[in-house]
């Protein structure tokens, strides 16, 4: 089978099952992971899926380029910048996309159960991850151009201690984060960067 045979199957079976792992794709195709890997660089560059930890999701149907998470966040309507986006992946392979972990964090506590699944990203590595298990930092000096209070994900402890050392704020975990950025937010409305004063 040819790479772009293989693309053509991954797309079928992405637009099908909506996330997959990649060892699933390798026993599926009967090629390697490595192999899968290459194959899955084109669509992840056109847009149409995203890696998650272990495989990948899709992010929006090819037939639907003008569904709400790619016209703005589902939060606060902002443009969506990949590297800080947060998806949240409900029943039925349904995916909603904030522009920030900011926005992504009060979606995922206004749908609670409905969640099945929360990605960020890395802010260092940029490489997605599971929100429940992410470090998160608030209340830093850097502005990175996303909504307020500004909050920023990291795979690593360690990573957001240094960082906060460099730039100050605080680390929390998920339980943690959700909870201070719902009392921050109560009263105050979601502030997008382009509009804060």
Known sequence: ???????????????????????????????????????????????????????????????DHFSPSIAGCVICGSKIQERLAYRLILPDSKIETACCTHCGLLRHSQLGDQVVQAICYDFLRQITLSAPTSWFVMDTTVHIGCCQPQIISFELKDHAEKFVSGFGGDVYTFKEVMNLNRKKMNGEGCHPSHSST
Do not use: A, C, W, Y
């Not at 909506?18 to 390798?26: D, N, R, V």
């Open 1 to 63: 089978m040819l790479p772009i045979e293989r693309q053509n199957k991954i797309k079928e079976l992405i637009t099908e099952k909506h996330s997959m792992k990649i060892s699933e794709l390798s026993k599926e195709l009967n090629v390697s992971e490595m192999t899968i890997h290459r194959d899955l660089k084109p669509l992840i560059d056109e847009g149409l899926i995203s890696k998650t930890f272990g495989g990948i999701t899709l992010v929006h149907n090819p037939e």
